[in-house]
């Protein structure tokens, strides 16, 4: 049971370029999320799924792509990169136990865009 | 205003201090709140969780909810250098299980 895993750990790219972020899940929720953090920014919604074939925007769509492949697997996109999308990247998917509803988060993506 | 705010610090305390993190609130349409720790270069993790008004005790860790007031808390007991990390606390009740988050407060006890 992994809960939440992410791909790569780390990424350089140049300006311009293109890449995908992979987040994947084993705790059977329908819902997905994407979030970046940045310094003195805290944790800001990037997109989320709520089920298998929906997406929608959270606080800071812009630049981004989303992609719920199935209900295990949530992947984000640059399509092309820019130096203010130099950030570290969570994925979380809900964790219920009993009457508490949480968020339970990967380990994380650095990008760096030069 | 954002929904969450919370003094971004740092804090610097000696190992043994008793801590103490607040955030405040804007929205009452919401029922529970959350504290996150998270250490460098790491995801973060939940470390409390509450929905109701009042304290809330694990270990050296109490969480404080003022409705009243808006007021969300987190105190640390006889803190240790493994307490440094980032807390953000993050309150709960959106649709599809969305949460907000404080911007996080860095925490470092020293020895």
């Known amino acids: 049971n992994a809960g939440v895993t992410q791909t790569p750990k780390f990424q350089v790219l140049k300006t311009g370029q293109s890449m995908t972020l992979q987040c994947a899940q084993d705790?059977?929720?329908?819902?997905m999320y994407w979030y970046r953090q940045d310094p003195g920014m805290g944790l800001r919604l990037i997109y989320y799924s709520a089920s298998e074939g929906t997406t929608d925007k959270g606080e800071v769509p812009n630049g981004y792509n989303v992609s719920r492949l199935n209900k295990r697997e949530f992947s984000l996109r640059l399509e092309s990169a820019a130096p203010s999308q130099t950030s570290v990247y969570f994925c979380a998917t809900p964790r219920t136990s009993g009457n508490q509803e949480t968020q339970y988060f990967g380990p994380g993506t650095r990008l760096l865009v030069l | 205003q954002k929904e969450v705010e919370q003094d971004p610090g740092p804090l610097s305390v000696p190992e043994g201090a008793i801590v103490s993190l607040n955030c405040t609130y804007s929205n009452s349409a919401f029922q529970y709140f959350m504290w996150y720790r998270q250490y460098s270069r790491k995801g973060p993790e939940l470390l409390m969780y509450t929905y109701s008004s009042g304290n809330k005790e694990d270990g050296r860790f109490t969480a404080q909810v003022d409705k009243s007031s808006k007021y969300i808390s987190l105190f640390i007991r006889d803190s240790q250098p493994s307490d440094s990390a980032t807390y953000l606390c993050a309150k709960g009740g959106g649709s599809n299980y969305k949460l907000t988050f404080g911007k996080g407060t860095l925490l470092t006890v020293n020895p």
């Open positions: 705790m059977n929720h329908n819902s």
